[in-house]
């Protein structure tokens, strides 16, 4: 049986939502961004209105004033987001159980088996367009196609309140016209490496022999000419209310730049304890860390590295946290916000091989204490307990990842 994918992004999520519980900003340019003073102050989305001033999301909202002085700027509202977000996923569930995730206010479907009762893909997908619009008071771009990456740049092709039809038969005339920066996961990085080997667009891409685009990338060059080439499988994933965790992690923009490695160090601890606390909550152990890193130029780099063995202890996250950053960041320039993840994960009930070379009394202390301080912050508050190296500086370490900054990383892969 032909596949039938559907992709439902809800458009300026954010923003939508904020217009639609305040009726008297719906008519004016309208962003909702973070704190100016805390220095949490990027767009992470706007309207069509603030759009058509150019403003840009991830830009500073100083910048954004700039381009549109009668912006309206509020802070974001995670917690009414995330009651919108299970609304629409609720009429997804109408369709078919095959409902995966991809951030908050993105998400595929998989109605392969749904249309011999619901219509064709595309009479899916425009019934749950006016659905969205008339029980949510939002509006979504849903792209139908014949795997997952089509259906997603199908979505992205029309904005706002579309449907987007990509077929297998003749894809190439609509996917490979676009930019190579349009298929997913291509950034701003492997733009520029494309662009400095004469690949611009998406057919471009596909017919660039797999020898240059493995010497050149790796792996991750065979990935991006399957995606370009239509050569899709993977599957969309079973939903669930309590859908397994793929990863935990935490970022934030500091109030003030980061200028040296120790600053580094007491962020990576904050975050770090955040993350292994929140691990030992949800019963994990990870082997995989990953970093994230944007400067003061908004340039941003992403690393990984493996644990020796699965782990959740703070103090292990923070330091090899730290390990990897000193290896990958040349401090070209001072840093404005960064973040660690851990993913790859085994239930903490999995009996663990003891390593006789190295200290497993140490490792019992730790998570021990780990264990015996998550209790006294679920009782008295985040900052009941904190590290003494963290009180240098209590501006840029006084903030609590785990309740105020919590991302909700949902990954492809």
């Not at 009479?123 to 259906?151: C, D, H, P, W």
């Not at 080439?229 to 993977?234: A, E, I, V, Y």
């Not at 003030?256 to 904050?270: H, P, T």
Request: hydrophobic share 35%; glycine share 6%; with cysteine.
């Amino acid at each position: 049986m032909k596949r039938v994918i559907l992709h439902s992004d809800c458009n300026a999520f954010y923003a939508s939502v904020e217009c639609l519980h305040r009726p008297e900003i719906r008519n004016e340019p309208v962003a909702v961004g973070g704190e100016p003073e805390h220095r949490h102050g990027i767009i992470l989305t706007k309207n069509q209105i603030a759009k058509k001033y150019g403003v840009k999301t991830g830009e500073p909202l100083w910048k954004a004033k700039q381009r549109c002085p009668s912006l309206v700027i509020i802070p974001p509202n995670f917690s009414l987001y995330l009651r919108f977000s299970e609304m629409a996923r609720k009429i997804y569930l109408d369709y078919t159980d095959r409902v995966e995730p991809f951030g908050i206010d993105e998400a595929w479907l998989d109605v392969t088996g749904s249309t011999s009762l619901f219509g064709c893909g595309s009479k899916i997908a425009e019934e749950i367009r006016q659905r969205i619009k008339t029980e949510l008071g939002i509006t979504v771009s849903v792209g139908v196609s014949f795997n997952k990456i089509f259906a997603k740049l199908g979505s992205d092709y029309k904005k706002p309140d579309a449907v987007t039809v990509i077929p297998r038969d003749n894809f190439k005339d609509i996917v490979w016209p676009l930019p190579a920066e349009n298929l997913l996961y291509v950034g701003p990085a492997t733009r520029k490496k494309l662009n400095s080997i004469g690949i611009h667009t998406i057919g471009e891409l596909a017919t660039t022999p797999q020898s240059c685009l493995h010497g050149r990338f790796g792996k991750w060059g065979d990935m991006l000419l399957d995606f370009a080439n239509g050569r899709d499988t993977s599957p969309v994933a079973k939903y669930d209310s309590a859908y397994a965790v793929q990863s935990v992690g935490n970022s934030t923009t500091t109030i003030r730049d980061l200028k040296n490695n120790n600053d580094v160090k007491m962020i990576l601890f904050v975050l770090a304890e955040s993350v292994g606390r929140r691990m030992r909550e949800q019963g994990f152990k990870g082997r995989t860390l990953t970093i994230s890193v944007r400067d003061n130029q908004l340039y941003s780099i992403t690393r990984q590295c493996k644990f020796s063995k699965f782990t959740n202890i703070s103090v292990e996250i923070a330091n090899k946290a730290l390990w990897l950053f000193r290896r990958v960041y040349s401090w070209t320039n001072p840093i404005r916000s960064i973040g660690i993840s851990v993913s790859d994960f085994e239930h903490d009930t999995i009996p663990t091989q003891i390593d006789l070379y190295g200290n497993e009394q140490q490792r019992m202390r730790l998570e021990r204490l780990d264990g015996a301080v998550d209790v006294l912050k679920r009782r008295f508050g985040s900052y009941c307990v904190q590290r003494a190296s963290l009180l240098t500086e209590p501006s840029l370490t006084h903030f609590d990842p785990k309740s105020e900054n919590t991302i909700h990383p949902v990954g492809y892969f």
